[in-house]
T-cell receptor, first 113, second 114 residues
Framework: AQSVTQLGSHVSVSEGALVLLRCNYS??????LFWYVQYPNQGLQLLLK??????LVKGINGFEAEFKKSETSFHLTKPSAHMSDAAEYFC???????????FGQGTELSVKP | GAGVSQSPRYKVTKRGQDVALRCDPI?????LYWYRQALGQGPEFLTY????????KSGLPNDRFSAERPEGSISTLTIQRTEQRDSAMYRC????????????FGPGTRLLVL
């Protein structure tokens, strides 16, 4: 069965520091992979997606993620955290390359001044 | 343009009552998805439609849950005889693609069953 594991339910970084949010997936076929961000009282917003083109994917707000098939990982990074990055981040897999998304449990990112 | 809208945004109901949650997708979007999100968890797939056809309802937890999209636009998720365990955020998403490669989410409906 396909699944997504996000390591760390809460990550805290200082403003200007590197952001690294970890995501590992399990899928029997090469999947599509996504990162979504959720701000309080808002819907989920797509940050970036991997759909079997370039393995390094750049998204909005300076975020990027690298698909590593050998490690079954899709970690999200940003070189320098900003206060406005504080939110909850969800990794998701689309095992059928479309259709339903399977989400991880989420990682809450806090940014300290 | 307008995004995905959901109504009501908040719903408080008593156990045993039926509730209907509405989703208005982005105009022209072909596919529509329903998810349920418990507190502290990621969204969990319930069902989805391409146009008016329900393609996958494998995530509906039991037969108290049903969904429809009769004209291929607005969708309603109905929960009959609500139970306290149904309390959650219910999220709708839509996509211009039949297989929903990129899904756009609405703000959700927070359901509380007393």
């Amino acid at each position: 069965a396909q699944s997504v594991t996000q390591l760390g339910s809460h990550v805290s970084v200082s403003e200007g520091a590197l952001v690294l949010l970890r995501c590992n997936y399990s899928s029997s076929v090469p999947p599509y992979l996504f990162w979504y961000v959720q701000y309080p009282n808002q819907g989920l917003q797509l940050l970036l997606k991997y759909t079997s083109a370039a393995t390094l994917v750049k998204g909005i707000n300076g975020f990027e993620a690298e698909f590593k098939k050998s490690e079954t990982s899709f970690h999200l990074t940003k070189p320098s955290a900003h206060m406005s990055d504080a939110a909850e981040y969800f990794c998701a897999v689309s095992p059928l390359r479309g259709g339903k998304l399977i989400f991880g449990q989420g990682t809450e990112l806090s940014v300290k001044p | 343009g307008a995004g995905v809208s959901q109504s009501p945004r908040y719903k408080v109901t008593k156990r045993g009552q039926d509730v209907a949650l509405r989703c208005d997708p982005i105009s022209g979007h072909v596919s529509l998805y329903w998810y349920r999100q418990a507190l502290g968890q990621g969204p969990e797939f319930l069902t989805y439609f391409n146009y008016e056809a329900q393609q996958d309802k494998s995530g509906l937890p039991n037969d108290r849950f049903s969904a429809e999209r009769p004209e291929g636009s607005i969708s309603t998720l109905t929960i009959q005889r609500t139970e306290q365990r149904d309390s959650a955020m219910y999220r709708c998403a839509s996509s211009w693609e039949r297989f929903g490669e990129t899904q756009y989410f609405g703000p959700g409906t927070r359901l509380l069953v007393l």
